[in-house]
């Protein structure tokens, strides 16, 4: 009788699930990387660009594109390739499946009609927090009758991608790393510093790790002006019932500043306890 196989305990594919490598689609996970090649600032590619993002040669990269235009995931020039409508499908299928994403949206809809504020739910994606679920952007008085725009940062939409060590979330999910986890993701960014996305940006990575240390501690994290101008942001951790983070939810506000910074903190950590059975 054949010996069962053995799977390996670190995955080829940093951040996915160990498989063995006879299991490993090489082709599909090329495939892959050369959608993930496109972001806000790399909107369009040729084959050349695709390579070098992707790690991959240039050849392989041009059969890969041309393969993903002919299934209709990407547009092309005949030169450049951007990333076409179909995509969605991936994302508009996660949210209207998966349990998380419709766990929250009940609750993020209940705070921000109790506040006029604006929630949001993210988790990490190795150097980005990915939003999977947010409250709208107004709410009507009825006895006014007029319409308020409540404060959302830029790019606070579902699906969105934001630096994790610049935002209120990324923080508390890099906080509920096991240390020796955060010491390896912190490690490459001691030498090159962190993205500045405005003056108030933190850019020290030892500086990150101590603001990352405080949000252990706390429990809590708290973020201004770091990602947009204007903008402030309160996040706890959401917890299921073996005590795992598995997101963070967080409140964007123009007024989380001075004495009343912390005044949604008490909404926020019942939100959390609400949701624990739920995730």
């Not at 996915?16 to 369009?44: N, S």
């Not at 630096?163 to 096991?178: D, E, Y």
Request: proline share 5%; net charge positive.
């Amino acid at each position: 009788m054949a010996e069962p196989r053995k799977t390996p305990t670190r995955s080829p594919l940093p951040g996915t699930f160990p498989i063995a490598k006879a299991d490993l689609i090489e082709g599909m996970a090329k495939g892959m990387a050369v959608l993930e090649a496109f972001d806000p600032q790399r909107q369009r590619l040729n084959a050349t660009l695709a390579a070098e993002r992707a790690g991959i040669t240039r050849a392989a990269a041009r059969r890969h594109l041309l393969t993903l235009t002919h299934l209709g995931y990407l547009e092309t020039d005949g030169r450049y390739f951007w990333l076409a409508a179909k995509v969605l499908r991936f994302s508009g299928s996660y949210l209207a499946t998966a349990r998380l994403p419709r766990a929250v949206q009940p609750t993020l809809n209940r705070l921000a009609a109790q506040s006029q504020a604006s929630f949001s739910v993210a988790v990490l994606d190795g150097d980005e927090v990915v939003i999977i679920g947010r409250s709208g952007m107004e709410w009507k008085s009825t006895e006014t009758k007029t319409v308020h725009a409540r404060v959302l940062a830029y790019g606070l939409h579902l699906g969105a991608r934001l630096p994790a060590h610049a935002t209120s979330t990324g923080r508390v999910l890099l906080a509920a790393k096991a240390r020796s986890d955060f010491n390896a993701w912190l490690k490459p960014r001691l030498a090159t510093g962190l993205a500045r996305l405005t003056v108030h940006t933190t850019t020290d990575a030892r500086a990150l790790r101590a603001l990352v240390e405080k949000a252990r501690a706390d429990d809590y994290c708290q973020a201004s002006e770091e990602h947009e101008l204007g903008v402030h942001a309160l996040a706890v951790p959401l917890r299921d019932m073996q005590g795992h983070t598995v997101a963070a939810i967080n409140v964007v506000s123009s007024s989380l500043v001075g004495a009343g910074r912390l005044s949604m903190l008490p909404l926020l950590l019942d939100a959390a306890r609400e949701l624990r059975p739920l995730l």
